[in-house]
């Protein structure tokens, strides 16, 4: 099986949470400090040796491909003066790797978002990040970590991590058996047998939940053709991996790192605490 090259980034998403912020503004392009959210997520594809990110956009998206973009205005308004160095990490995001982009044109859910995504994914072995679970590690980030793994199981790749119960109802849910790997710690690796999108937490079958970190394969998308509308009438991505899982092809993995939650308002203000002290200190 071929090399993790790509990432796939659904960025398609309305971010109603954040009206009126996103009213004109996709929510991936919302900063923590002075840096978008899809931006801290593309910086992670890297660190993990990806060089090719596919956004799947949508309408008032326009915004993140030119932000991927050198803006030749703004270059030669601050060039040799002291502000220069304010583009010097998207300037070197935009010269390690390649951007493509497609568009979906109806909001079917994120199984649906990943099969659109397709056309710039091909044949082949691919991530996915959800900008809005923004990670940090002072270690290897998080895909670092997934992509390990991959090279060693060969199979779909979810991030977990432990929740209180009451929140299952805002996540993928998961259970398995755990597998024994002498290099992770005992419970860090389970193999998927059940999957629940958003269950209420007396139907969830443990407190694992998915964040929004997938290592897939590409037989992802054929069952994805066939998977049926689930949880709030769209096509989960959850459901399609349990089909996966069933054949024993999903691993779920707790991550090393921190996690946040900027799809939400306090997710958003905690991510932005965090990053502020750390590069203070
Ligand atoms: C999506 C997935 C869910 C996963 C979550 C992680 O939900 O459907 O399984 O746990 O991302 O952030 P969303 O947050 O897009 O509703």
Do not use: W
Not at 80 to 100: D, P
Not at 126 to 152: P, T
Not at 202 to 229: C, M, Q
Not at 251 to 268: H, N
Request: charged content about 25%.
């Amino acid at each position: 099986m071929s090399k993790i090259k790509k990432c796939l980034f659904p960025a398609a998403g309305y971010g109603t949470r954040f009206l009126p912020a996103t009213k004109a503004i996709p929510k991936e392009m919302l900063p923590v400090l002075t840096k978008p959210l899809l931006q801290y997520g593309v910086e992670e594809a890297i660190e993990a040796g990806l060089s090719t990110m596919a956004i799947v956009t949508g309408r008032g998206k326009r915004s993140i491909e030119d932000h991927f973009d050198i803006s030749y205005e703004l270059e030669h308004q601050i060039k040799g003066t002291s502000k220069e160095g304010y583009l010097k990490e998207i300037r070197s995001v935009i010269g390690a790797c390649t951007f493509s982009y497609t568009r979906q044109i109806e909001m079917k859910g994120l199984g649906h978002a990943i099969l659109t995504g397709e056309t710039l994914i091909g044949d082949e072995p691919f991530a996915v990040v959800l900008a809005d679970d923004l990670c940090d590690n002072e270690g290897d980030g998080v895909l670092v970590q997934m992509v390990k793994l991959y090279e060693k199981y060969k199979c779909c790749v979810v991030a977990v991590e432990e929740i209180p119960p009451q929140d299952s109802n805002k996540y993928g849910v998961i259970a398995g058996d755990i597998i024994k790997d002498e290099n992770y710690a005992k419970g860090a690796l389970v193999r998927v047998n059940d999957m629940v999108e958003k269950p209420e937490p007396k139907d969830a079958p443990s407190n694992l939940a998915i964040i929004g970190r997938y290592i897939l394969t590409p037989e992802i998308f054929e069952v994805l053709k066939d998977t049926k509308p689930g949880k709030g009438g769209e096509i989960q991505i959850t459901d399609a991996l349990l089909e996966m899982a069933k054949i024993g092809k999903v691993i779920a993995y707790k991550f090393d790192g921190k996690r946040f939650d900027c799809g939400s308002v306090d997710g958003f203000v905690e991510a932005t605490n965090y990053f502020y002290t750390k590069a203070e200190a």
